[in-house]
């Protein structure tokens, strides 16, 4: 090894090796690990470091970046509205993800807005959670392209930790893992309402702690597409209404997406809703708009006696368009307001019904979700 003809090609070919390595490490996100850890590895563990990186550490162009971190400013706001002229967060371009038996996602084009906050919503296996892994660079489509302007995280529905972590180390963690830290772990952790179990091992923590935990590492890790997977389905009342206005708040900014099956709470803190029936978004765009497009005319009509026959009266009207049975009378969708205001009142009249209250219903996003999931073909 001493004749210089033996070791300065293999020393040129290494240094070569290297300077493809930090190429690529500066023009891709990097996975896993941060550039800087990466690029010490690769010089450090000459060729075998960055072999490893580019392996594992290197990063498509059109996928998320690991978490970075900054302090995410929390003011207390009012509902935020997304802005039309930033570029989306992220977008899907006709992706698709299929398991077998034909289910998954099929051909998604899901627009994220750079602020504000998107309510996934939809039944049971309509393929909220695979979209959103899919968001999160976790699982790779089998067609179609995604694109991000931003760094992304995700938080699961049921996050699991090191158990004999504390919560405080837990974020700590995760901050320190991003390189551009700055958010305090104990103000993640006072967002997430977790303050007086800092110093608890994370073991012994119940769903709903375990869920605030997820979103205490979320804020910690800075990321500006904040992905949340029903992140109330543990907490009780007071919790979820704490937990929705952090929402809120994050939602001024940053792009969260928000699967809930709890539509009211879709409702509350949404602005943009995307609507996944089957593996397919059968409805993206504001909530008011979903609202005002698919609200019937609703009467809600509380009955002492005489339900039945109202019910039947009215089921073969032309201006009804729907008649539940509740447990206090009857709720009435009408094909207009007029013929609700009007006609109404007289068959109830002609009934013989005993009414004791006849209210407007307000729109509501259960039922609009309900039938848009049950009448489209
Ligand atoms: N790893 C997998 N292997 C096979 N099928 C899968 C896999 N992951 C998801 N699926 C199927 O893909 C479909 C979508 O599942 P997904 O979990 O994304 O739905 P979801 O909307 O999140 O449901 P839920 O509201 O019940 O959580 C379902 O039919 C599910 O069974």
């Given at each position: 090894?001493?004749?210089?003809?033996?070791?300065?090609?293999?020393?040129?070919?290494?240094?070569?090796?290297?300077?493809?390595c930090?190429?690529q490490?500066?023009?891709?996100?990097?996975?896993y690990?941060?550039?800087?850890?990466?690029?010490?590895?690769?010089?450090?563990?000459?060729?075998?470091?960055?072999?490893?990186?580019?392996i594992?550490?290197?990063?498509?162009?059109t996928?998320?970046?690991?978490?970075?971190?900054?302090?995410p400013?929390?003011?207390?706001?009012?509902?935020?509205?997304?802005?039309?002229t930033?570029?989306?967060?992220?977008?899907?371009h006709a992706?698709?993800?299929?398991?077998p038996?034909?289910?998954?996602?099929?051909?998604?084009?899901?627009?994220v807005?750079?602020?504000?906050?998107?309510?996934?919503?939809?039944?049971?296996?309509?393929?909220?959670?695979?979209?959103?892994?899919?968001l999160?660079?976790?699982r790779?489509?089998?067609?179609?392209?995604?694109?991000?302007?931003?760094?992304v995280?995700l938080?699961?529905?049921?996050?699991?930790?090191?158990?004999?972590?504390?919560?405080?180390?837990?974020v700590?963690?995760?901050?320190?893992?991003?390189?551009?830290?700055?958010?305090?772990?104990?103000?993640?952790?006072?967002?997430?309402?977790?303050?007086?179990?800092?110093?608890?091992?994370?073991?012994?923590?119940?769903?709903?702690?375990?869920?605030r935990?997820?979103?205490?590492?979320?804020?910690?890790?800075g990321?500006q597409?904040?992905?949340?997977?029903?992140?109330?389905?543990?907490?009780?009342p007071?919790?979820?209404?704490?937990?929705?206005?952090?929402?809120?708040?994050?939602?001024?900014?940053?792009?969260v997406?928000?699967?809930?099956?709890?539509?009211?709470?879709?409702?509350?803190v949404?602005?943009?809703?995307?609507?996944?029936?089957?593996?397919?978004?059968?409805?993206?765009?504001?909530?008011?708009e979903?609202?005002?497009?698919?609200?019937?005319p609703?009467?809600?009509?509380?009955?002492?006696?005489?339900?039945?026959?109202?019910?039947?009266r009215?089921?073969?009207?032309?201006?009804?368009?729907?008649?539940?049975?509740?447990?206090?009378?009857?709720r009435?969708?009408?094909?207009?307001?007029h013929?609700?205001?009007?006609?109404?009142?007289?068959?109830?009249?002609?009934?013989g019904?005993?009414?004791?209250?006849?209210?407007?219903?307000?729109?509501?996003?259960?039922?609009?979700?309900?039938?848009?999931?049950?009448?489209?073909p």
């Amino acid at each position: 090894m001493r004749n210089p003809a033996v070791w300065l090609p293999i020393a040129a070919l290494l240094l070569a090796f290297i300077v493809v390595c930090y190429a690529q490490l500066i023009s891709r996100p990097a996975k896993y690990l941060p550039k800087a850890v990466w690029a010490l590895i690769i010089l450090a563990q000459i060729p075998i470091g960055g072999v490893l990186y580019l392996i594992i550490g290197r990063s498509e162009r059109t996928t998320a970046e690991p978490p970075p971190t900054a302090t995410p400013a929390l003011p207390e706001v009012d509902r935020p509205r997304p802005v039309a002229t930033q570029p989306p967060a992220v977008r899907t371009h006709a992706i698709t993800k299929l398991f077998p038996g034909d289910v998954g996602l099929h051909a998604v084009d899901l627009t994220v807005p750079a602020r504000g906050v998107y309510g996934l919503v939809g039944p049971n296996g309509a393929g909220k959670t695979t979209l959103l892994s899919l968001l999160a660079g976790l699982r790779r489509p089998d067609a179609g392209r995604l694109s991000t302007t931003a760094q992304v995280m995700l938080c699961p529905d049921t996050p699991a930790f090191e158990p004999w972590l504390t919560a405080a180390e837990t974020v700590e963690l995760f901050r320190r893992l991003s390189p551009n830290g700055t958010t305090g772990t104990d103000h993640a952790l006072a967002l997430a309402g977790l303050t007086a179990a800092r110093d608890r091992r994370v073991g012994g923590f119940s769903r709903g702690m375990a869920q605030r935990l997820g979103l205490a590492v979320v804020l910690a890790s800075g990321a500006q597409v904040l992905l949340l997977d029903e992140p109330t389905s543990a907490l009780d009342p007071q919790g979820r209404a704490e937990i929705l206005n952090l929402i809120t708040a994050l939602g001024r900014d940053h792009a969260v997406v928000f699967s809930s099956h709890i539509l009211a709470d879709i409702q509350r803190v949404a602005d943009t809703v995307g609507v996944l029936r089957e593996g397919r978004l059968i409805y993206q765009g504001p909530v008011d708009e979903l609202l005002d497009r698919h609200t019937r005319p609703s009467w809600q009509l509380h009955l002492r006696a005489g339900a039945d026959r109202l019910a039947d009266r009215l089921g073969g009207l032309d201006w009804v368009a729907a008649v539940r049975r509740h447990e206090q009378g009857l709720r009435v969708d009408t094909t207009s307001v007029h013929a609700g205001e009007t006609l109404l009142p007289a068959e109830i009249s002609a009934s013989g019904a005993e009414l004791i209250a006849f209210n407007p219903v307000g729109a509501d996003l259960e039922t609009v979700f309900l039938n848009l999931v049950e009448v489209q073909p």
